[in-house]
């Protein structure tokens, strides 16, 4: 195996500095990874497969020592520090912009077009890595945040034929889970999960070019629509949906699949499609038997193909000492065989490289609908970092008190904000 | 009139102790022994720069710049410090960090005191229960927060648990997640990591006090409440002042234990300025507004600082 450690590094640095050049990788490309569990395992995968089909390159693949609660802060302070890479793994549209505003990161559309990446990726995806017509980045995972999750034992248990697909059925819903004594709808709002109800409602309640000029603030959140979005929210919470206030801001998402998935203790949740990893891999349930998930609820059907979704691309840094074999790797994560070990670690790929049938049936099911919808990147990670903090908190207190006082207050707030970030 | 013993140790004149050295520094005349005792005071001034001073210069610097990190810093005057006085976020935080300090060190200090006094009337009976208090003092605030997250938690929390079991379900609550009982869940959780330290402190000082008073009240026929109220209370006082500023300074400083618990929430309601500093610098990278609250934030620990500075520095005379 060619990859090494930080620690292998610096030793083969330190015999190079002392006797020679015999070690010096001759083709060495140096990637920022700074994922962890088995998103991390799959980063390996990727670089061992990159260096199996070609010899001639090592990959050092740096992990920041810490990041806290964010790792664009761990990002940061090894940038401070002068490390020096040439690819650096990124999820955040937001943090990508701003690397381009700091001339950090460098376009690709030259190998966009010598490698013919748009065989693989589709103009909407492109898109998302577009800052003033230049492309920074190629997606190669991308992730469903408009599973609504659930166990087909408690919808049946209700007396729930099939899902309720539209938002009245959805809404009506509840009675028959709380006449189980089961709550309808577990929301763990205590950091960012609540996030997901508005963004998702937000798309079937305006559409996504709506959701794209609000993220780009060139609508107001206090916009007639922003209060529409919720409007419709509220009457969730109307018809009584969820536990009291103090509950929901006291938990996670990570509750709240524990009370759907795991206790049976609520009938629905909605959050990203890493819930799948937790449901097989902690849960031990088997997809699609024992849990499923629907796509988001229909509000208007003319918004009823809109979808939120999560990626992650790599990014060539302008300090990049191999940029050549920063888009060679690039190209591998898009091709066949990077897309064959995408989908080995129940992951889903946006490149047409991939064969669908090998992956899990849960991830099937999103990633065959992928190419059909109108995709919109989750709008909590678009905006600047300070925005989404007043984005979630103004959620918090709209949970608390969802009456039209505090939707216009907390609307203002947001757009108070939004006026002063985005001059 | 000056007394020399050939050392700049107990060289000593009516200006001040430092006044002879003053004088031979800046005159050029400076002795052996001077040259000594800068040399040994070297390595603890030059790690002292490295560690505390160089930070806190550049903390102060990077307070007047307009820097994310990424970009290039632009100066930024006092901006920095005149937004954050009209941050209405700032505001919240500093009352927060008001009601926090007050409560975690009154409250701490209070037990703390309280279960000294009675151990120094019964010192043998109540050891275990010094031992037990002082352990918490020991366990670090993370693994003491993960504990009181399982006791505070809404569904099956033991709090609740116990409130539901003896028939006040009503009074069950989602502590850590409504605005108005979370500080206090978090207060309660540090005070239970922090009571050791008066407890340590003033049962130090309680048995400073000479056993000839205590016989002598004893033998004046003083009551137990009396020995407490009028010698043992009294003579406490410097542990007791102790432990106040070092539990002031503590929860000035408290991170931890808002950081498991809450996390600055429900809706900002324990955000400290520790906390907003954390968000600002770390979480938003917005490295000046960020060092701004800091030195905010170091004047506060200051301020507090400076009544025991100046105690110790009239006790030292």
Redesign the interface.
């Known amino acids: 195996m060619k990859i090494l450690n930080s620690a292998s590094a610096l030793a083969i640095a330190a015999i190079t500095f002392a006797g020679g050049t015999a070690f010096a990788a001759e083709k060495e490309l140096v990637i920022f990874n700074w994922l962890g569990g088995s998103e991390r395992d799959l980063i390996i995968a990727l670089e061992e497969g990159f260096t199996a089909k070609y010899p001639d390159y090592e990959i050092k693949d740096i992990n920041p020592a810490a990041g806290?609660?964010?790792p664009?802060?761990g990002i940061?302070?090894a940038?401070?520090s002068g490390e020096e890479f040439d690819l650096l793994l990124n999820t955040w549209p937001s943090f990508e912009k701003?690397?381009v505003?700091?001339d950090?990161i460098s376009p690709i559309d030259a190998a966009w077009e010598q490698y013919g990446w748009s065989s693989a990726l589709n103009d909407s995806w492109r898109n998302l890595a577009k800052h003033d017509g230049k492309t920074y980045g190629a997606y190669f995972i991308a992730g469903n945040r408009s599973g609504v999750w659930y166990r087909p034992d408690t919808l049946a248990k209700a007396g729930i034929a099939g899902e309720p697909t539209q938002w009245k059925d959805f809404l009506s819903s509840f009675s028959a889970l709380k006449e189980i004594g089961m709550l309808p709808v577990s929301i763990g709002a205590?950091?960012w999960a609540q996030t997901e109800w508005f963004e998702n409602a937000l798309l079937r309640t305006a559409g996504t070019a709506f959701a794209k000029e609000l993220s780009e603030h060139k609508v107001p959140w206090t916009d007639d629509r922003v209060k529409e979005t919720f409007r419709n929210l509220r009457d969730m919470l109307e018809a009584d949906c969820c536990?009291?206030?103090?509950?929901?801001?006291?938990?996670h998402w990570t509750d709240a699949a524990d009370a759907v998935l795991k206790n049976k203790k609520a009938g629905f949740m909605l959050i990203g499609s890493w819930a799948n990893q937790r449901a097989k891999n902690e849960y031990g349930l088997t997809p699609i038997k024992d849990y499923s998930y629907m796509q988001f609820p229909v509000i208007k059907p003319e918004y009823g193909n809109a979808m939120s979704v999560d990626g992650k691309n790599f990014l060539v840094m302008k300090q990049a000492k191999n940029p050549e074999g920063a888009e060679l790797f690039i190209d591998f994560v898009l091709s066949k065989e990077g897309s064959a070990i995408i989908a080995a670690q129940n992951l889903a790929t946006p490149s047409a490289n991939v064969d669908p049938s090998s992956y899990d049936p849960i991830v099937r099911k999103y990633a065959q609908i992928l190419p059909l919808v109108d995709v919109f990147f989750v709008l909590d990670d678009l905006l600047p970092?300070?925005l989404s903090?007043e984005f979630r908190?103004g959620l918090?207190?709209f949970l608390?008190d969802p009456s039209d006082a505090s939707i216009d207050s907390v609307t203002a707030a947001l757009e108070a904000k939004a006026s002063e970030l985005y001059q | 009139m000056s007394v020399q013993h050939g050392s700049i140790l107990t060289s000593q004149t009516q200006a001040g102790p430092f006044a002879g050295l003053a004088n031979r520094l800046f005159g050029g005349n400076l002795r052996r022994a001077d040259w000594i005792a800068f040399a040994l005071l070297a390595p603890t001034l030059i790690f002292f720069s490295i560690g505390v001073l160089y930070p806190l210069f550049e903390t102060i610097r990077v307070s007047f710049l307009d820097w994310?990190?990424?970009?290039q810093p632009k100066p930024a005057g006092f901006s920095n410090y005149t937004k954050l006085f009209r941050d209405a976020n700032f505001w919240n935080a500093l009352r927060v960090t008001l009601t926090w300090t007050l409560a975690c060190t009154g409250i701490s200090v209070a037990i703390g005191w309280s279960v000294a006094l009675i151990s120094g009337l019964a010192p043998k009976q109540t050891a275990p229960f010094r031992v037990a208090i002082f352990a918490a003092y020991g366990i670090s605030e993370t693994a003491s927060g993960l504990m009181w997250l399982g006791i505070l938690?809404?569904?099956f929390g033991l709090l609740n648990g116990i409130l539901r079991l003896v028939g006040l379900e009503g009074w069950a609550?989602?502590?850590?997640?409504?605005p108005s009982?979370a500080i206090w869940g978090v207060v309660a959780a540090y005070v239970w990591t922090q009571a050791g330290l008066p407890l340590l402190t003033c049962y130090a000082a309680i048995q400073a006090i000479p056993k000839s008073q205590l016989e002598a009240a004893h033998m004046d026929g003083a009551s137990h409440f009396q020995i407490l109220r009028y010698i043992m209370a009294p003579l406490s006082l410097p542990g007791v002042r102790i432990a106040i500023f070092i539990n002031l300074l503590n929860s000035l400083k408290a991170f931890d234990m808002i950081h498991i618990l809450t996390?600055g929430?429900?809706?900002?309601a324990t955000e400290t300025v520790g906390y907003f500093m954390y968000?600002e610098s770390?979480?938003?990278?917005?490295q000046g507004y960020g060092a701004a609250s800091t030195v905010v934030l170091l004047l506060a620990v200051i301020v507090c600082s400076i009544p025991l500075i100046l105690d110790k520095a009239s006790e030292s005379k």
Do not use: C
């Open positions: 806290g609660d964010d664009r802060s940061r302070s940038m401070l701003e690397l505003a700091a950090l205590r950091s536990a009291e206030p103090g509950a929901m801001l006291s938990s970092a300070e903090g908190i918090q207190k608390r | 994310t990190g990424l970009s938690q809404p569904d609550s989602p502590w850590l997640g409504e009982t996390a929430g429900p809706i900002r968000q770390v979480i938003y990278f917005k």
